[in-house]
């Protein structure tokens, strides 16, 4: 649905980076081939915790969940071919490394967003099916 590059310190903590890139996908559209993720609770500035699904071999972030376990946001670099998820957006950039530079004319906030503003109508369509 859409790509979100998260800078906030929760994610630099989480992935022991500066940025958490994550895409949004129906649960649904995520299908398993082998083996069954452990889902791993850590808390969450919300208070609500954050459930991450690691693989149980080697421990890797596959996915998290936050506030609706229909949606999945799946961490890009775990696909096969992450060149094909850049992001749509920058948040939490408040918080960003000072190092890490931002494109000009790319999409970023300080903070968090207004979604219907800026995601394309067939994503807020999914969006909005998917947390029915």
């Known amino acids: 649905m859409f790509v979100h590059c998260c800078h906030c310190t929760w994610c630099q903590r989480e992935t022991g980076s500066a940025f958490a890139l994550n895409a949004l996908v129906e649960a649904t559209r995520v299908e398993l081939l082998a083996g069954r993720p452990e889902i791993v609770h850590t808390?969450?500035?919300s208070g609500r915790g954050t459930q991450i699904a690691r693989c149980p071999?080697?421990?890797l972030a596959l996915w998290s969940t936050y506030s609706h376990p229909?949606?999945?946001f799946v961490r890009v670099g775990t696909l096969d071919n992450p060149n094909l998820?850049?992001?749509d957006v920058h948040i939490f950039t408040d918080s960003k490394q000072e190092w890490m530079k931002i494109p000009p004319g790319t999409l970023?906030?300080?903070e968090y967003y207004d979604t219907s503003r800026y995601w394309p109508p067939e994503s807020l369509m999914?969006?909005?099916s998917a947390t029915r």
Do not use: H, I, Q
Request: charged content about 10%; some cysteine; hydrophobic content about 35%.
């Open 43 to 45: 808390p969450s500035l």
């Open 57 to 59: 071999g080697c421990m």
């Open 70 to 72: 229909n949606l999945l």
């Open 85 to 87: 998820a850049p992001p």
């Open 108 to 110: 970023s906030f300080p």
């Open 126 to 128: 999914r969006y909005r």
